[in-house]
Structure formats: structure tokens, C-alpha cells
Nanobody, 124 residues
């Protein structure tokens, strides 16, 4: 059973930056592709970014491409989401997820484990 704990959320002004972290435990980190999703009030959960087992393949949603960067540190069993040039529309609860599927995984239904989420609020 993999446990995921997110941190790093908060309140930031538009144009600012945040770095989210997701610490994994209870499993072999390198066996899992990792992803970030977000859910705004009244909206469905949406894909943000994913990184494969080795970190060699990454993919970002068009809405965040060029502003957000996903990365992983296997020595620390942690995945990160660096968020720059934040916009009010980025306001959401951000979730970290892990999947045993290989490659680039963008569908939330294919993820096996989820964190509790961390709130990101961007003020205009």
C-alpha cells in the first residue's frame, strides 16, 4: 500500500510561484509513474502533469505547459510540481497520484493511489 502526502500549497498572488511536493512511502517508488491532478470547486478533476518510472518521460497539460514542471527525486521518494507564473484559474486542490502502469499516464482512472490534496489559491 502506497501512501502519498502532498505539501507546499498556499495563497499566492498572480504571477507568483509555488512548489508542491509529494512524499511517497510504503512501496518501491521507482515502480510507479507519478501524476499531479487538480480539482477546482464545481469542476471535475483534471490532469496536470505526469512523469514515468525513471523520470525520462514527462507530459504536461496544455493549460500549464511552459509554466509548470513535474520532476521526481528517487533518492527522496518525492515528486515535485514547480508552478511559475500562476494565474487565478490555477486555483484548485492539487492531488498527487501513483500508478503501476508504465509510460505516460493521463487518465485519473488509471491511478492506483492518491494523496489527500493540497490547496492552491491564486489571487488576482
Amino acid at each position: 500500500q502506497v501512501q502519498l502526502v502532498e505539501s507546499g500549497g498556499g495563497l499566492v498572488q498572480a504571477g507568483g510561484s509555488l512548489r508542491l511536493s509529494c512524499a511517497a512511502s510504503g512501496g518501491t517508488f521507482s515502480n510507479y509513474a507519478m501524476g499531479w491532478f487538480r480539482q477546482a470547486p464545481g469542476k471535475e478533476r483534471e490532469f496536470v502533469a505526469t512523469v514515468n518510472w525513471t523520470g525520462s518521460r514527462i507530459y504536461h497539460a496544455d493549460s500549464v505547459k511552459g509554466r509548470f514542471t513535474i520532476s521526481r527525486d528517487s533518492a527522496k521518494n518525492t515528486v515535485y510540481l514547480q508552478m511559475n507564473n500562476l494565474k487565478p484559474e490555477d486555483t484548485a486542490v492539487y492531488y498527487c497520484a501513483a500508478t503501476s502502469k508504465g509510460g505516460v499516464v493521463r487518465r485519473s482512472s488509471e491511478y492506483d493511489y492518491w494523496g489527500q490534496g493540497t490547496q492552491v489559491t491564486v489571487s488576482s
